[in-house]
């Protein structure tokens, strides 16, 4: 079974702050997929970014890049230049790669303090 | 906008009864995924169709089922509601081959179960 941790229930900064969400996760594939997705108030889940496992290069999107520890099975979200509009829920998933349904961990509510 | 579509989006229900939920997927998209958000359970996936068929289940209760029809649109069927039911149900779509595994997510339907 796969498993996905997310260890930071609530984080905050100050805007233009760069801050980091972490993500653990566990899975007996070789090819799979990691996500973030941001959750705002108005409940939509927005895609933020996607890793595939056999990249060893780091995804970024704009002011989004992750941090991927495959050995460690680490899978963490900075944000830089942090905005208001960053303020949302995060939320860490994993895919097995098979076309299987994510995995998701807890999420961290992150806010950005004006 | 993601281009999934979700109706409706919020309905009020009593218990014991029944409940369908209706998604339609981005334009091109064969696979259509359900997840259930509730409080105590998190973000949880439920089942998976891939054009017409199902191909992977999750955490679904049997009172739970679902089916995707020949024009891809996909619906949810809950019976037999429960208090425990009320929760955030998503409706994602993907194309499992472009990139693969990555999943754009409705709006979500509201569920509540008095």
């Known amino acids: 079974a796969q498993t996905v941790t997310q260890s930071q229930p609530e984080m905050s900064v100050q805007e233009a702050e760069t801050v980091t969400l972490s993500c653990t996760y566990d899975t007996s594939e070789n090819n799979y997929y990691l996500f973030w997705y941001k959750q705002p108030p108005s409940r939509q889940m927005i895609l933020v970014i996607r890793?595939?496992?056999?990249?060893?290069q780091n995804a970024t999107e704009n002011r989004f890049s992750v941090n991927f520890q495959k050995a460690a099975k680490s899978f963490s979200l900075k944000i830089s230049d942090s905005q208001l509009g960053d303020t949302a829920m995060y939320f860490c998933g994993l895919s097995g790669g098979g076309a299987d349904g994510l995995t998701f961990g807890k999420g961290t509510h992150l806010i950005i303090q004006p | 906008d993601s281009g999934v579509t979700q109706t409706p989006k919020h309905l009020i229900t009593a218990t014991g009864q029944r409940v369908t939920l209706r998604c339609s997927p981005r334009?091109?998209?064969?696979?259509v995924y359900w997840y259930q958000q509730s409080l105590d359970q998190g973000l949880q996936f439920l089942i998976q169709?891939?054009?017409?068929?199902?191909?992977a289940k999750g955490n679904i209760l049997e009172r739970f089922s679902a089916q995707q029809f020949p024009d891809l649109h996909s619906e949810l069927n809950l019976s037999s509601l429960e208090l425990g039911d009320s929760a955030l149900y998503f409706c994602?779509?993907?194309?499992?081959?472009?990139?693969?595994?990555?999943?754009?997510f409705g709006p979500g339907t509201r569920l509540t179960v008095l």
């Open positions: 994602a779509s993907s194309d499992l081959f472009q990139p693969p595994d990555t999943q754009y």
């Open positions: 890793q595939e496992a056999y990249k060893q």
């Open positions: 169709y891939y054009n017409g068929e199902e191909r």
């Open positions: 334009s091109g998209d064969l696979s």
